[in-house]
């Protein structure tokens, strides 16, 4: 049962712009913190960006200026806004959400590949 979907991803130019989105499941009780993280192959799963039902945000230093992480509490959607996307973005992006219950949830990645 799928309880994040992801979408958004794909190929884009060095310094061009993608926009992640991740959609919860309303059966998913009080999402506390949604946020991303990546991994490119062989590599380790490093955190990207979270937030906070309160809004409150965090950045890997990699990413700090080019994205921004943002919600939508009604929809239980979580964004990843990129910009000024570089060869080195590129990696299998995943969401990320925390319930009030603390339960954890993953979803299924999306593809992000940025060409020189």
């Known amino acids: 049962q799928v309880q994040l979907v992801e979408s958004g991803g794909g190929l884009v130019q060095a310094g061009g712009s993608l926009r992640l989105s991740c959609a919860a499941s309303?059966?998913?009780?009080?999402?506390?913190?949604m946020g991303w993280y990546r991994q490119a192959p062989g590599k380790q799963r490093d955190l990207v960006a979270q937030i906070t039902s309160g809004g409150s945000t965090s950045y890997a230093d990699s990413v700090k200026g080019r994205f921004t992480v943002s919600r939508d509490n009604a929809k239980n959607t979580v964004y990843l806004q990129m910009n000024s996307l570089k060869p080195e973005d590129t990696a299998v992006y995943y969401c990320?959400?925390?319930?009030?219950?603390?339960?954890?949830?993953w979803g299924q990645g999306t593809q992000v590949t940025v060409s020189s």
């Open positions: 990320y959400a925390i319930s009030g219950g603390r339960e954890s949830y």
């Open positions: 309303k059966s998913i009780f009080s999402i506390y913190t």
